[in-house]
């Protein structure tokens, strides 16, 4: 059964850090590309950075510079460091695993950017 479960949302000042983590199971992890994407009220669902199974990384021209995509395949874990947020950050943020045909989500988890 296949899992990805996000943790480590919730509500920080503009200028705060947060850090995501994605558990997965129930595939092979490494062979896998694995992503963020959020979803913010009335927008569309966006990639926000994905590290391939070679570990290359590409990010959404906005976080640039903020946010850091990492993963450890020990663990089967993919991370999200996201620094100097901003209000504009605010949303549902979901992790993402790719593979060939092979598309699975996790369930999301609240970020919220306010003071």
């Known amino acids: 059964q296949v899992q990805l479960v996000e943790s480590g949302g919730g509500l920080v000042q503009p200028g705060g850090s947060l850090r995501l983590s994605c558990v997965a199971s129930?595939?092979?992890?490494?062979?896998?590309?694995m992503g963020w994407y959020r979803q913010a009220p009335g927008k569309q669902r966006e990639s926000v950075a994905v590290?391939?199974?070679?570990?290359?990384?590409n990010y959404l021209d906005s976080v640039k510079g903020r946010f850091t995509i990492s993963r450890d395949n020990a663990k089967n874990t993919v991370y999200l460091q996201m620094n100097s947020l901003k209000p504009e950050d605010t949303a549902v943020y979901s992790c993402?695993?790719?593979?060939?045909?092979?598309?699975?989500w996790g369930q999301g988890t609240q970020v919220t950017v306010s003071s």
């Open positions: 993402n695993a790719r593979f060939n045909m092979l598309n699975y």
């Open positions: 129930g595939f092979t992890f490494d062979i896998y590309n």
């Open positions: 590290i391939t199974s070679a570990a290359i990384t």
